[in-house]
């Protein structure tokens, strides 16, 4: 999973005074946190028509993981705060622009050759749902609702597409940020 280089952010973002821990550099958050070894993060980013529903995408099948269904996500630079890294990744990986860092979703730790990686996902508001896909990364997105990501299958006009997750901790955050939608509702 190599980490790419830094580019600016092209619009400034807000973010819930819940989150003000996630705003230090990836760097200082590590020293602080000697047991993980890389930063990870995921952006949820949910469109409501009538019901809610959550942008995945589909792997390249050239990339790590290839044809899998994930979040926008990655990994983050030292010298950006976990949150930029969120935001950054988002715009990267599906074209979409950050307006507000509404909460935590989830998190979960995985090990690649020996080493702890960490993966924080937020929910992410943006500014408008056109998506433009990085070709080297994912092939297809959707837009799938919490039955489609439960099942593991969406149906779009006669296509019947199956949902593959990268992991079952990926799904588990997905649910998580369906149920949190859900009870701002009710």
Known sequence: MPLKSSSPPTTAFTFSPTLASFDVSVKDYLATHP??????VGALVFFSSPENKVLILQRSPTDFMPHLWETPGGGTDHNE???EGATRELREE????????RRKIGE???IISGEIWWKVSFEVEV???????DEAEH????WASEEECRNGVAIRGEEKIVLE??????LDVILEGFRLKRAERD
């Open 127 to 133: 500014e408008g749902f056109d998506v433009k896909l």
């Open 165 to 170: 997750w990268t992991s079952q901790a990926q």
């Open 108 to 110: 979960y730790e995985f």
């Open 81 to 83: 705060t976990v949150l």
């Open 139 to 142: 092939q297809a997105f959707l």
């Open 35 to 40: 047991e993980k070894d890389h930063v990870v």
């Open 94 to 101: 599906s074209g979409l622009l950050a307006k507000k860092v």
